[in-house]
T-cell receptor, first 115, second 111 residues
Framework: ETGVTQTPRHLVMGMTNKKSLKCEQH?????MYWYKQSAKKPLELMFV???????ENNSVPSRFSPECPNSSHLFLHLHTLQPEDSALYLC??????????????FGPGTRLTVT | EDQVTQSPEALRLQEGESSSLNCSYT??????LFWYRQDPGKGPEFLFT?????EEKEKERLKATLTKKESFLHITAPKPEDSATYLC????????????WGAGTKLIIKP
């Protein structure tokens, strides 16, 4: 595997389900990110992990819970979601830590549909 | 307030018809401006980083330029495979971690 991988690629869940999204980066980067992408809207940053420490939480509802067990893996735990949470969820990583002006490399995303 | 605006929202060109995409910005201090390409159902793919006014970068048919108020992505003699949404983002000196993203320009190249 190379780059940034995400699983699953597609997920349909009910409002009462609990599921997790997984991201793995094979680039040796030190920062990882979760973004939400909705149609025709700019990417919304959700969480930032810098050297495995959470450094940013952009007022994300508590029904989204991130976990970063090591610098290569990132999870997004989902529970009791709302239909407006349906979107493409993107994971990204960047070298040299999140404070630097480094390009971010993205995974293919998980298309989430909440029914 | 730091802001990024991309125009046009969508652009249809014939194959071989050169054009430019615009990314206008207001920022207290620019640390870097990024261009990405995104294909449908995929994550954004990094293209360029520009750091200061006057800087230019090229890759195949794409050339990115930067002034103090805007950046252009010039596409020369595009091919159908250049069809994608192009995203612009910037890092402000006021932000430790967050990039400010534009909504993107959807480019369609017809054969």
């Amino acid at each position: 595997e190379t780059g940034v991988t995400q699983t699953p690629r597609h997920l349909v869940m009910g409002m009462t389900n609990k599921k997790s999204l997984k991201c793995e980066q094979h680039l040796g980067h030190n920062a990882m990110y979760w973004y939400k992408q909705s149609a025709k809207k700019p990417l919304e940053l959700m969480f930032v992990y810098n050297f495995k420490e959470q450094t940013e939480n952009n007022s994300v509802p508590s029904r989204f819970s991130p976990e970063c067990p090591n610098s290569s893996h990132l999870f997004l735990h989902l529970h009791t979601l709302q239909p407006e949470d349906s979107a493409l969820y993107l994971c990204a990583s960047s070298p040299g830590g999140a404070r630097g002006t480094y390009e971010q490399y993205f995974g293919p995303g998980t298309r989430l549909t909440v029914t | 307030e730091d802001q990024v605006t991309q125009s046009p929202e969508a652009l249809r060109l014939q194959e071989g018809e050169s054009s430019s995409l615009n990314c206008s910005y207001t920022v207290s201090g620019l640390r870097g401006l990024f261009w990405y390409r995104q294909d449908p159902g995929k994550g954004p793919e990094f293209l360029f980083t520009l750091y200061s006014a006057g800087e230019e970068k090229e890759k195949e048919r794409l050339k990115a330029t930067l002034t103090k108020k805007e950046s252009f992505l010039h596409i020369t003699a595009p091919k159908p495979e250049d069809s994608a949404t192009y995203l612009c983002a910037l890092r402000s000196s006021d932000s430790n971690y967050q990039l400010i993203w534009g909504a993107g320009t959807k480019l369609i190249i017809k054969p």
